[in-house]
């Protein structure tokens, strides 16, 4: 089995930082792209950031330039700065990952259980 737990939510004023932190445990033979989507009240899930290795990354338009993703391989972990935040930044921050278990033939996608991020003054 694999489990991916996050940390790193919380308040912060318009403007803060906050730095988002999920790491995989378990089963893991290979872990392929790992992200961070989010959903707000009445919204779909959509992608924030997304690393396929360490320079291959994309992001969301809305998230250029203030969101920085990172990856450490070797804990299996991948990071979400985020700077400059906005009320509409305001969601759930779920992690998202692709591993290849052992014993595994294909990779299989993994969500974590969410993390509140609220953005107000």
């Known amino acids: 089995q694999v489990q991916l737990v996050e940390s790193g939510g919380g308040l912060v004023q318009p403007g803060g930082s906050l730095r988002l932190s999920c790491a995989a445990s378990g089963s893991i033979f290979r872990p392929n792209a790992m992200g961070w989507y989010r959903q707000a009240p009445g919204k779909e899930r959509e992608l924030v950031a997304r690393?396929?290795?360490?320079?291959?990354?994309n992001y969301a338009d809305s998230v250029k330039g203030r969101f920085t993703i990172s990856r450490d391989n070797a804990k299996n972990t991948v990071y979400l700065q985020m700077n400059s935040l906005k009320p509409e930044d305001t969601a759930v921050y779920y992690c998202n990952a692709w591993i290849l278990r052992y014993g595994g033939s294909s990779y299989t996608d993994y969500w974590g259980q969410g993390t509140q991020v609220t953005v107000s003054s």
């Open positions: 690393a396929i290795s360490g320079s291959n990354t």
